[in-house]
């Protein structure tokens, strides 16, 4: 047999990595990045790809040197942008392991043991929801994932039921502070939105209501999807209510709680999420706020069959993962078939640290933004926009133009003493902090704030 080195264990390359990762694992604090000025990128690239090799300590010093610094690192607490992420040791640990050993999460033929234990988180975050027993889902890429596989199901479930509405275009009734990737998923669908407009941001059961009495052709409306924390300002929409109306009218009631989800597990905030034990499918991202690597987006069915009968690929060469109708393939669950097994980070996080220990960090995020929030009151150069509802913390400048947030945002990232994006609420343009790292602290928030004066 010939020698294939690309094949064959290398200790001293091991090593590097190993030290690479051992050493971004022990970071404390995590450094921003990515601040001033943009590196030549083509030029830390150049020559690197060739036929015959480059010597690895070579490349992984390019990397670690010009290209790792320019990303921001969206696990500092200083990363107070977009939604962050702040994965727990032990997930990112394990990671490497999921890596290391190429686990699969396709189909129980292949991989049991490892969806086994992706299931054990599925079953408790349904658990937590309020699901029935017999819930289940599987872990895909991100919300945008979930969301778009989610409401394919939803789709070709209103028209197995109904056809008598073939031929005729089908609507699905979601609020105006919907994520994006609803908008995008409903246009790959081919369905349309009902847009309702929401009582102070949050989408009610009245409105819903008056929605529906109100519509020419209401049999054509099939779904509703509702957000459990809405990623411009943590709102959660009125779950039970819009469930209530879902389940009567037989509509399919899909919730986004991609962000705020996690808050179902918080000591105050838990009952705004009663709700979703009436939905038929949801979203949550372990890799937001539940403390996982990305990528990874929980997703939950109410009736996992209803989601078998969209999603099930059927070819010869996988009628065989198919024979046993009892075993569970994650990937008759969503768009995908190969997957990798990235539920299993989190399952190694939650088993070692316990729930007890989630509960505490998540709840971290939600009395950082309260601190935050009278922060930004006690200030005298900055404003509260509105009271946080999860961990989104909006507040202005007065007297600052677009333009000046925009430049604040660069100097603040260049300075490295934070990434805050603005955002626009009401037409205002205006700044947002989104916490959820435990180790982001009133220090930091001040020393922010004091930027702006
Ligand atoms: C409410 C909500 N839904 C969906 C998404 C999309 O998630 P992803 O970026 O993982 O695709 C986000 C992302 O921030 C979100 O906040």
């Not at 450094?31 to 690895?56: Q, Y």
């Not at 490349?59 to 942008?81: C, G, I």
């Not at 198919?322 to 980070?345: F, K, M, Q, S, V």
């Not at 947030?405 to 902090?433: C, H, K």
Request: glycine share 6%.
């Amino acid at each position: 047999m010939q020698n294939q080195p690309m094949f064959t264990y290398d200790p001293a390359m091991t090593d590097m990595i190993f030290e690479y990762c051992r050493e971004r694992l022990a970071m404390d604090p995590v450094a921003l990045d990515f601040g001033g000025v943009v590196p030549d990128l083509e030029e830390a690239l150049e020559g690197l790809l060739s036929d015959n090799g480059t010597d690895p300590a070579v490349v992984l010093d390019r990397f670690a040197t010009h290209l790792a610094t320019a990303v921001v690192s969206v696990d500092s607490p200083r990363f107070l942008a977009f939604i962050p992420a702040a994965p727990t040791k032990a997930s990112l640990l394990f990671d490497m392991v999921v890596s290391a050993s190429s686990l699969n999460g396709t189909s129980w033929l292949e991989a049991a043991g490892a969806i086994a234990a992706e299931n054990q988180v599925l079953s408790f975050l349904a658990r937590a929801a309020g699901l029935p027993e017999g819930a289940g889902g599987c872990f895909v890429s991100g919300g945008s994932m979930g969301n778009l596989s989610a409401l394919v199901v939803a789709r070709d479930r209103a028209r197995r039921r109904n056809p008598e509405l073939a031929g005729k275009r089908l609507r699905f009734l979601v609020s105006e502070e919907a994520h994006s990737s609803v908008a995008s998923a409903f246009r790959i669908i081919d369905v349309d939105a009902v847009l309702v407009p929401t009582e102070d941001h949050r989408l009610t059961a009245s409105n819903v209501a008056a929605v529906l009495e109100a519509d020419d052709d209401p049999s054509s409306i099939v779904a509703i999807v509702a957000t459990a924390g809405t990623t411009n300002a943590g709102i959660v929409d009125d779950l039970e209510g819009i469930g209530e109306i879902a389940r009567r009218t037989g509509r399919w009631f899909h919730v986004d709680a991609a962000y705020g989800g996690a808050a179902m597990l918080s000591s105050s905030r838990s009952h705004l999420f009663a709700g979703l034990a009436s939905v038929d499918s949801f979203i949550v991202d372990p890799h937001k706020w539940l403390f996982a690597p990305f990528d990874c987006a929980a997703l939950l069915y109410r009736e996992p069959a209803e989601a078998r009968a969209s999603h099930t690929q059927n070819a010869s060469y996988l009628d065989v993962i198919h024979d046993a109708p009892d075993e569970w393939n994650p990937t008759d669950y969503a768009i995908h078939l190969t997957r990798r097994a990235r539920g299993l980070a989190m399952w190694f996080s939650l088993c070692v640290n316990g729930i007890a220990a989630y509960r505490t960090a998540i709840d971290a995020g939600i009395s950082m933004a309260e601190e935050a929030a009278r922060l930004i009151e006690a200030h005298p150069a900055v404003e509260l926009v509105r009271p946080p509802g999860l961990s989104v913390v909006l507040f202005r400048r007065p007297g600052w133009a677009e333009g000046d947030y925009a430049s604040w945002s660069t100097r603040l990232l260049n300075d490295q003493i934070g990434f805050v994006t603005p955002t626009r609420w009401e037409g205002e343009m205006v700044a947002r902090f989104a916490f959820l790292h435990p180790e982001t602290d009133a220090e930091i928030v001040t020393e922010i704030l004091d930027t702006m004066r």
